[in-house]
């Protein structure tokens, strides 16, 4: 099923920028559209250089107008600045030393600083560090429950895991982003898309 998915909704791998940037803009991403954060993220970029060092010392009410897009903006914008000074005190202004570290150990680190999560701390490692890892959004786990392949109350790494044992580590990002493609085109939450489905035969949710 997975590969029939990946064979109908190629996409082209996206390109992180810097750790930092990356960790700003998957922060911005949360509960919210790419085309959102992304605007939210333009906006940022216009007033500050996007560095530790200078968001740490951002005012928050300048901070949140250029983010407003995004959403959440009232407690986006302190987690920014809070996780820009962390990181500027305690890792030199530098993320790489900690996404060189093993997996494991990286993600729990990475998971320390305000406002990130497992999601986006293997956003990060995946396309960033390179690791061979799949971010579990809401796209994927809802993909994943009803192809069967997580239970429906499985957490977050009962549903990454069981999905990654069944990727090749090479394909695990392409497919990654296929299934969000996926979910957002035919697999959708209020009204999955049943009947133009590829994988509506193999598919134990076909009647959702």
């Known amino acids: ?27 911005l991403s949360q509960n919210t559209t790419d085309n959102n ?19 740490a010392k951002a005012r928050i009410s300048e901070l949140t107008p ?23 005190d305690q890792y030199g202004g530098r993320l790489t030393p900690v996404l060189n570290r093993p997996y ?8 320390n600083l305000p406002g990130v999560g497992p999601k986006t701390a293997d956003i990060l490692l995946a396309f960033v560090a390179k690791n061979p890892v799949i971010p579990v959004d809401t796209h994927i786990a809802r993909v994943t429950k009803r192809l069967g392949i997580a239970k429906v109350n499985a957490n977050y ?13 090479r394909k695990r990002i ?7 493609s996926f979910g957002r085109a035919v697999c959708r ?12 035969r193999l598919c134990p949710s076909s009647t959702v």
Do not use: D
């Open 157 to 169: 790494e009962r549903i990454r895991l069981p999905l990654e044992a069944l990727i090749p580590a």
């Open 66 to 88: 250029c983010i407003k897009q995004a959403g959440l903006y009232r407690s986006k914008a302190p987690r920014i600045k809070a996780v820009s000074r962390i990181i500027q």
């Open 37 to 55: 954060s992304e605007a939210a993220m333009r906006k940022l970029r216009k007033r500050y250089k996007i560095n530790p060092r200078t968001l």
């Open 1 to 27: 099923m997975l590969s029939i998915i990946g064979k109908k909704f190629p996409v082209k791998v996206w390109k992180a920028g810097s750790p930092f940037e990356t960790l700003v803009q998957t922060i």
């Open 104 to 111: 494991e150990q990286a993600k729990n680190e990475l998971m």
């Open 174 to 180: 392409p497919l990654h982003l296929s299934i969000i």
């Open 189 to 200: 939450a209020p009204r999955p898309r049943c009947a133009i489905c590829p994988v509506n």
